[in-house]
């Protein structure tokens, strides 16, 4: 079972919004920074979200991350073709003492 | 120009080695925390390992725990990823990947994030 749960797909038609949440425990997301990624079709990862919920310069407003507890959420508005990705969390487990990803989420914009 | 260039991937068979390496360049490698990441064809993102500036405290996922061997040289701007006894199961894209760095004035310290990735060097373990 994985350490971090993430929906495998999500869809919605431009112009909407989504979310995907990237599900823990206290180990991982209940005590440390989560960070999102967009890894786009045939590219290298890249980084969207970090501390939770702070973008890198570069990074539209449209794309948010928030977190609650045990879970973290990813929210992207104002959908776009361009958005179509996967899209994944990663957070430090202290239990492990490893980094642990979600196991990754398909956007399909409609 | 901030940047990362892994080297040393290629076909081997089950129970060989390799070494992958890291080059950065363009920003002060001895200040950051280095990972590795891989993505095995058609799968997600799976986190390998992790090494501090200075070196020591590295730490492994499981599936490589005790196989694979995490180096750097500050002075060479390089990591390395030392992979022993590879199985079909490490066949993957690996990445090299830079934690980020939060500095106020001079003083600089580890930051939540992944902001710079390699391009990836492939590994393919087959018989």
């Known amino acids: 079972q994985a350490v971090l749960t993430q929906p495998p797909s999500v869809s919605a038609a431009p112009g909407q919004k989504v979310t995907i949440s990237c599900s823990g425990s206290?180990?991982?997301?209940?005590?440390?920074?989560v960070s999102w990624y967009q890894q786009l079709p045939g590219t290298v990862p890249k980084l969207i979200i970090y501390d939770n919920y702070k973008r890198p310069s570069g990074i539209p407003d449209r794309i948010s991350g928030s977190k609650s507890g045990t879970s973290a959420t990813l929210a992207i508005t104002g959908l776009q073709t361009g958005d179509e990705a996967d899209y994944y969390c990663i957070v430090w487990d202290n239990s492990l003492s490893a980094g642990v990803f979600g196991g990754g989420t398909k956007l399909t914009v409609l | 120009q901030v940047q990362l260039v892994e080297s040393g991937g290629g076909v081997v068979q089950p129970g060989m080695s390799l070494r992958l390496s890291c080059t950065s360049s363009g920003f002060t490698f001895s200040l950051h925390i280095m990972h590795w990441v891989r993505q095995a064809p058609g799968k997600g993102l799976e986190w390998v390992a992790v090494i501090p500036p200075d070196g020591t405290n590295d730490f492994y996922a499981d599936s490589v725990k005790g196989r694979f061997t995490l180096s750097r040289d500050n002075s060479r701007n390089t990591v390395f990823l030392q992979m022993n006894t590879l199985r079909v199961e490490d066949t993957a894209v690996y990445y090299c990947?830079?934690?980020?760095?939060?500095?106020?004035?001079?003083?600089?310290?580890?930051?939540?994030?992944?902001?710079?990735w390699g391009q990836g060097a492939t590994v393919t373990v087959s018989s």
């Open positions: 206290s180990s991982n997301i209940g005590n440390n920074y």
């Open positions: 990947t830079r934690q980020r760095v939060s500095c106020s004035g001079e003083t600089c310290s580890s930051a939540d994030g992944l902001d710079v």
